[in-house]
């Protein structure tokens, strides 16, 4: 609130809906009502975290429960979010105390190249994520017998829908609604009714899984690379920063980034402990997005309830995954192209920002569409892919969390910085060793 | 008498300074790295170019 001194420079359409989101949130903040203030500023934080519990995360997370039951992973999906929590706070951080976006900041501050590279890479990345989304969707829209059409009509029809709002606000809230279904996989767990002892005992981060260290290193890193991703960061600064939040609001923020975390991890584990249910009867042959027989399997062992409840979930993860990601890349192009990126700007303001958005995710549906295309091979690389593009997502935050000149009294402290780095530095070399190895088995150097 | 405030100003008091399109339309200035950090950013360059090639190979190969 430190206008009213001077002349007020021109102001858009932008500025007043924001204007007019920020006078709820101070409303709420004078009058003390900590429930609606809560309200009001939760959005970026869990979006970002129930965004990455997407299509590809909830198979992958279930393969690995068919294949090696409930031990290690468990508890290692609660920390891999406790590091995606980190990370996340830093760009929530950034965002709300800079009121910039993660790409315009790098592209300016550290040079035009770091910053296409991050957006160019992004997009190629999130092309492939979002391909692999409505692949998803597919699977699940599949066990109520509609075909490839419908999950892409689908897709985009949310994209164009949330964006009909043309508000932020709206965008969000829709979002986030059709996000609370990600606890359709909590629903699924409880339905398979998982042993007690055995869900407290795998805490212990025991039994180990089977198999070479290779393997457990490619799943550790599978693991990391659906919970800590490029895009959430680009996402959940630009949109605490598209909210409007301030350095007032860094408390909630912290709140909605651990919030979501929380969530997630639940809502991850859930989809572990569904796909469980199958370790005993040859789960782990249903493996990646060849596992569309997921559902049907789980009808099969665990009841037609928890099949109709998994293949929901998988429509519900791939939407809002499509719709947080497709708005990542939309954030990206107008940050590094320098114009227009909001929702609450209009459709002739913002036409690059908004086509950005409806344009990547179109042409995602239109690969799916296209006869055998090789959507497997896609979806299963699009980790990998992610592995080059993280570390330097990762340097590059720390180095903004860091930058006294832009975030004043509101850069990382000591003790914060210690445990970022080291989250960096697993995540990096988890990552690094994950395209390594990956490398490796392409030029057939080591076994496959 | 003064005039009252149009509702738009009245509006945009909610917003800081800083969060007005106007203001953060003005890019910010480029950071002055040190000596240190410059040579960990050619690091971070040798690492992009090696694991894209590698990336780049393993997409390409898987996707036939």
């Not at chain 1, 039994?207 to 659906?226: C, E, K, R």
């Not at chain 1, 690059?352 to 042409?363: C, E, K, Q, R, S």
Request: overall charge neutral; aromatic content about 8%.
């Amino acid at each position: 609130m430190a206008t009213g001194e001077a002349v007020l420079p021109p102001l858009g359409s932008e500025d007043l809906a924001r204007s007019q989101d920020r006078s709820r949130v101070v409303d709420a903040r004078l009058s003390g009502h900590r429930l609606r203030l809560f309200w009001l500023l939760v959005g970026p934080g869990i979006l970002a975290m129930l965004g990455e519990n997407d299509g590809p995360s909830m198979i992958s997370y279930a393969t690995t429960g068919a294949t090696y039951g409930l031990g290690f992973f468990v508890p290692f999906v609660i920390v891999t979010f406790a590091m995606a929590a980190v990370c996340q706070e830093m760009a929530m951080r950034v965002g709300a105390v800079t009121h910039r976006g993660y790409g315009e900041l790098v592209l300016q501050r550290y040079g035009k190249a770091w910053g296409w590279f991050g957006a160019g890479d992004l997009l190629f990345t999130n092309l492939v994520t979002l391909i692999a989304e409505f692949v998803a969707i597919r699977v699940g829209l599949a066990y109520f017998h509609l075909g490839p059409k419908v999950a892409a009509a689908l897709g985009v029809a949310l994209v164009l829908f949330t964006l009909s709002g043309g508000r932020y606000w709206r965008w969000e809230r829709i979002v986030l609604g059709l996000a609370a279904f990600n606890g359709l996989f909590l629903v699924a767990a409880i339905l398979v009714k998982p042993h007690v002892g055995t869900l407290v005992h795998s805490l212990t981060f025991t039994p180990l899984p089977g198999g070479s260290l290779n393997t457990l290193l490619l799943l550790v890193a599978s693991t990391i690379g659906a919970t800590v991703t490029p895009w959430m960061i680009f996402f959940q600064q630009s949109a605490s920063a598209d909210k409007g939040m301030t350095p007032a609001d860094v408390r909630h923020g912290r709140i909605d980034t651990v919030t979501g975390a929380v969530l997630a991890a639940v809502f991850g584990i859930g989809a572990l402990i569904a796909g469980a249910a199958l370790a005993t009867h040859n789960g782990g042959a249903i493996n990646g997005l060849a596992g569309a027989g997921f559902p049907a399997a789980l009808r099969r062992v665990a009841g037609s309830a928890v099949g109709t409840v998994f293949a929901l979930g998988l429509i519900e993860a791939g939407a809002v995954a499509i719709l947080t990601i497709s708005a990542s890349t939309a954030y990206a192009a107008g940050e590094c192209i320098g114009v227009t990126h909001s929702f609450n700007s209009t459709w002739r303001a913002a036409a690059i920002f908004h086509g950005a958005n409806i344009g990547v995710a179109l042409v995602a549906a239109a690969v799916v569409l296209i006869p055998g295309a090789p959507l497997l091979s896609i979806a299963l690389n699009a980790n990998v892919l992610a592995t080059v593009l993280l570390p330097v997502a990762l340097v590059f935050l720390l180095m903004l969390a860091n930058d006294r000149e832009l975030m004043g009294r509101w850069v990382n402290r000591r003790a914060r910085n210690l445990v970022a780095v080291a989250i960096a530095a697993f995540v990096t070399l988890a990552g690094t060793a994950y395209a390594v190895d990956s490398f490796l088995q392409t030029i057939h150097a080591i076994p496959s | 008498m003064t005039e009252p405030p149009d509702i738009d100003e009245e509006l945009v008091m909610f917003l800081e300074r800083d969060q007005l399109v106007a203001d953060t339309s003005v890019p910010v200035s480029p950071a002055v790295l040190g000596r240190r950090v410059r040579l960990g950013l050619w690091a971070l360059r040798g690492f992009v170019l090696v694991t894209s090639a590698m990336v780049i190979i393993t997409f390409v190969s898987d996707l036939h």
